[in-house]
Nanobody
Framework: QVQLVQSGGGLVQPGGSLRLSCAAS????????MGWYRQGPGKQRELVAR???????RYADSVKGRFTISRDNAKNTVYLQMDSLKPEDTAVYYC??????????????WGQGTQVTVSS
């Protein structure tokens, strides 16, 4: 089992900033990729940003230049710095981790989700 604990999020005015964190623990031998997804009201879950073990980063076009993903390998933690937030960024944000346990089994794990609301 892999446990993901998310923190951060909340209510912010347009143009403001928030930082999300997600710490992974449990049966982890290695982490292949860590990322963030979001699901807005009435929308499907979508990729926001993802970083692989090699450092390759992918962003959704809608957040490029505003959001920054980073990871601390020593702490098995991924961060999402969100700047210049817009009302359309309002969503529940989910952490996702692709990992391998000691028996070389692949695991796809999700965090509990955290609400981000951008509103004046």
């Amino acid at each position: 089992q892999v446990q993901l604990v998310q923190s951060g999020g909340g209510l912010v005015q347009p143009g403001g900033s928030l930082r999300l964190s997600c710490a992974a623990s449990g049966s982890i031998f290695s982490i292949n990729a860590m990322g963030w997804y979001r699901q807005g009201p009435g929308k499907q879950r979508e990729l926001v940003a993802r970083v692989t073990s090699s450092g390759s980063i992918r962003y959704a076009d809608s957040v490029k230049g505003r959001f920054t993903i980073s990871r601390d390998n020593a702490k098995n933690t991924v961060y999402l710095q969100m700047d210049s937030l817009k009302p359309e960024d309002t969503a529940v944000y989910y952490c996702n981790v692709d990992s391998m346990d000691g028996l070389k089994r692949l695991r796809d794990s999700w965090g509990q989700g955290t609400q981000v609301t951008v509103s004046s």
